[in-house]
DNA sequence: CACGGCATGTAATAAGTTACATGATTTA
DNA sequence: TAAATCATGTAACTTATTACATGCCGTG
């Protein structure tokens, strides 16, 4: 499961462009797939080639032409194929993590800025998760797993943290609990 | 922070080999960092071009030589400046719940594979970090931290799939419910 | 005797990130 | 008038993954 095998199933629910791919990608993926334009495009590219999707050529007035993108046969059964010989990995990689195990080598003041910074994070996931799960109109129930999934972890994440930074400040210095 | 810069972190502590670094990858960072042999000792000939470290040849009685790697005081600098410097970002990237997301075009059986082995893997990540808070060994109160937060969210995850499961159970055909 | 651990590395490939490059339209 | 949205893409770079390549030791 790649970003190419992502556009494939953003496609396999209807035509899009590459920018409405992207953005689809900023609403459903977000939370455990990023992907820029810089990945999209190439990938639509080489499906493109590879005969998994179909453009047509939108004229618009004053903007640049649109290029929809549709799937093919082939490219219904290749994402298929790949869904069904698809291992679930999930992946983390945190400099978060990383700098919070380093912590003891860093000023106090710094740490708590970063534990603010993730915090802030977590709260803006967590609020897009839940507003995106009002708006049931994304609601493929498989979008709901993975949307309740994540929302299940940030929120026990934010209390945490939360307490976290408390205990923190508590042991740090009278002018870092001043600014916090 | 890439693995050049975590092998620092590791070095920081004291002399190690690639083989030494490796190990402490898999105890201590594995929750939100992996890297494998074949990203740690390209890093660390960078790392000794570079004057981060330095190397010493120990021989073994037959066993391979051992390499053992030190840190400079640049290395220990440039590590300083690097966490300074840091980003604190966290990433998930994860094809359980891409294909949690298509759900609805793979067979129930399927998905519930991919339930249970995630399931398990959450499982088995909750008992090593477990393990590794009761050897307080690792415990530099950083590495608590980090190790706190993934188990939070873990034990969070494991409720929320078994939940889930038996729903998915509940709602499928009989002969998918005797299979688990 | 097979398997897991010890011990090092390279080479080919795949993949994604970042910055660059352009430019009109709409909204505050 | 500044910023956000619409709309596309390329090129250089960095990074990590995978498979390959080797070989001894200890344990069951």
Do not use: W
Request: proline share 3%; with cysteine; aromatic share 8%.
């Amino acid at each position: 499961m790649d970003v190419k095998h992502l556009c494939l199933g953003v496609l396999s629910s209807g035509p899009a462009s590459g920018y409405d791919i992207k953005k689809h990608f900023e609403s459903s993926f977000k939370h455990f797939f990023v992907a820029g334009y810089g990945s999209i495009y190439p990938a639509l590219s080489r499906l493109l080639e590879q005969g998994y999707v179909e453009v047509e050529r939108l004229q618009q007035d004053r903007l640049p032409d649109k290029k929809i993108y549709c799937i093919t046969g082939a490219g219904r059964k290749a994402f298929q194929t790949a869904l069904e010989n698809s291992v679930p990995r999930h992946k983390i990689r945190s400099e978060f993590l990383a700098m919070m195990h380093f912590s003891h080598l860093l000023p106090a003041a710094q740490v708590c800025d970063a534990l603010d910074v993730h915090l802030s994070e977590l709260q803006q996931l967590r609020d897009n998760l839940e507003q995106a799960a009002a708006d049931k109109k994304l609601s493929a129930h498989g979008g709901d797993f993975s949307r309740h999934y994540s929302l299940v972890s940030t929120k026990a994440l934010i209390d945490f943290v939360l307490g976290e930074k408390s205990k923190f400040i508590a042991n740090s210095s009278p002018n870092i609990a001043v600014k916090a």
